[in-house]
T-cell receptor, first 111, second 114 residues
Framework: QKEVEQNSGPLSVPEGAIASLNCTYS??????FFWYRQYSGKSPELIMF????GDKEDGRFTAQLNKASQYVSLLIRDSQPSDSATYLC???????????FGSGTKLNVKP | NAGVTQTPKFQVLKTGQSMTLQCAQD?????MYWYRQDPGMGLRLIYY???????DKGEVPNGYNVSRLNKREFSLRLESAAPSQTSVYFC?????????????FGPGTRLTVL
């Protein structure tokens, strides 16, 4: 059983602060890591993906991967109320068609 | 360019009834997926299709069948619906040969089994 764990939250941060979302995974063979954002009642949409150890930045978003410790995180700088959503972590390994999702962390950004 | 479309958007079934959820994509993707999402849980893979003519089981395939009709269409069938199959069903597509292997999701089908 491949497991992907996330704190369900809610994580509440004030507008303009940094939101830090974390995800751990059980399968050491995992190769690709994804962060999806899902607004209530909507479908998930990709925010970031990362393959290599270290940091990857895209605008206000930074994904961090540490394969030795088996965790991946997402930092959102200058958080906005529009960032309020559930963030899903997803992982896949040798089989690029099998994705394993965490249960998601609900983020609330307060104006 | 519609992306991934799903029909129907909502459905109510009685226990034992059957139905087929339809999914189509216009992005020329090779891979297609069916997921279910239950409250407080992430997406769980039901079945996937890596290419036209092939299908494989995911984490939770019991009670479902799928058909990859052609490259565009991937349907999910419930032969005898059960209350445990009440969920939101998402279809997705991706192209593993193209960089990120980003999955594009349809709008979802909200299914209630009474």
């Amino acid at each position: 059983q491949k497991e992907v764990e996330q704190n369900s939250g809610p994580l509440s941060v004030p507008e303009g602060a940094i939101a830090s979302l974390n995800c751990t995974y059980s399968d050491r063979g995992s190769q690709s890591f994804f962060w999806y954002r899902q607004y209530s009642g909507k479908s998930p949409e990709l925010i970031m993906f990362i393959y290599s150890n270290g940091d990857k930045e895209d605008g206000r978003f930074t994904a961090q991967l540490n394969k030795a410790s088996q965790y991946v995180s997402l930092l959102i700088r200058d958080s906005q109320p529009s960032d309020s959503a559930t963030y899903l972590c997803a992982v896949n390994g040798d089989n690029f068609n099998k994705f394993y999702f965490g249960s998601g962390t609900k983020l609330n950004v307060k104006p | 360019n519609a992306g991934v479309t799903q029909t129907p958007k909502f459905q109510v079934l009685k226990t034992g009834q059957s139905m087929t959820l339809q999914c189509a994509q216009d992005m020329n993707h090779n891979s297609m997926y069916w997921y279910r999402q239950d409250p407080g849980m992430g997406l769980r893979l039901i079945y996937y299709s890596a290419s036209e003519g092939t299908t494989d089981k995911g984490e939770v395939p019991n009670g479902y069948n799928v058909s990859r009709l052609n490259k565009r269409e991937f349907s999910l069938r419930l032969e005898s619906a059960a209350p445990s199959q009440t969920s939101v069903y998402f279809c997705a597509s991706s192209d593993p040969g193209q960089g990120s292997n980003e999955q594009f999701f349809g709008p979802g089908t909200r299914l209630t089994v009474l």
